[in-house]
């Protein structure tokens, strides 16, 4: 079936530094790609998607590129703030298929200042 | 501002009572609402699929006589959790599919009902 891998945690890291979480794939059919973040004590926000090949999703100064030649869809900033730190998951949706979410284990991300 | 609504945030019930959870759709119609359980730390875990006007499709390993899902409307879906003993607390939360052409199919989460039973 289809599965999301992430790069495990936790990272930490220092203000202003870059950061990148590794998302990779496996689906049978096309999937959309997403990334939700929750912070602490709160559910889950979407924080950015891609629906096919090549498309890049981005915000709040995150971004990711759906990947179909590696099955991946890592996620970068280019400057991470304290207030980034939370938990990102990386989650997959086959909507010509099952159309449930699957989700990746999560990262916990923490910025020290 | 959200899109899909839980309530309640928080609740706390006594071990052998049922609780019911309220998910929303505040701007579109969703016939497929999901439901979620995350433990402490732990990634969500897809308990069901809510279909309108149907029954729900529950996963593997998932009680459907103690979780019981209502889609009455396009709008509203419901988990009860019946005769709630400690082990069932966790964190609920519901997601729906925005079928909207200008939507991109995204899938929104409510806020997550925290559940404590005592």
């Known amino acids: 079936g289809d599965s999301v891998t992430q790069m495990e945690g936790p990272v930490t890291l220092s203000e202003e530094a870059f950061l990148t979480i590794n998302c990779t794939y496996t689906?049978?059919?096309?999937?959309?790609l997403f990334w939700y973040v929750q912070y602490p004590g709160e559910g889950l926000q979407l924080l950015l998607k891609?629906?096919?090949?090549?498309d890049k999703g981005s915000n709040k100064g995150f971004e990711a590129t759906y990947r179909k030649e590696t099955t991946s869809f890592h996620l970068e900033k280019g400057s991470v703030q304290v207030s980034d730190s939370a938990v990102y998951f990386c989650?997959?949706?086959?909507?010509?298929?099952?159309?449930?979410?699957?989700f990746g284990q999560g990262t916990r991300l923490t910025i020290n200042p | 501002g959200a899109v899909v609504s839980q309530h309640p945030s928080r609740v706390i019930c006594k071990s052998g009572t049922s609780v019911k959870i309220e998910c929303r759709s505040l701007?579109?119609?969703?016939?497929?609402m999901f439901w979620y359980r995350q433990f402490p730390k732990q990634s969500l875990m897809l308990m069901a699929t809510?279909?309108?006007?149907?029954?729900?499709?529950?996963e593997q390993g998932v009680e459907k006589d103690k979780f019981l899902i209502n889609h009455a409307s396009l709008t509203l879906s419901t988990l009860t959790v019946t005769s709630a003993h400690p082990e069932d607390s966790s964190f609920y939360i519901c997601?729906?599919?925005?079928?909207?052409?200008?939507?991109?199919?995204?899938?929104?989460f409510g806020e997550g009902s925290w559940l404590t039973v005592v």
């Open positions: 891609a629906t096919k090949a090549d």
């Open positions: 701007d579109f119609q969703a016939t497929t």
């Open positions: 809510s279909n309108e006007g149907s029954k729900a499709t529950y």
């Open positions: 689906a049978t059919g096309y999937p959309s």
């Open positions: 997601s729906a599919r925005d079928p909207g052409r200008n939507s991109g199919n995204t899938i929104y």
């Open positions: 989650a997959l949706v086959d909507l010509q298929g099952a159309q449930k979410l699957v």
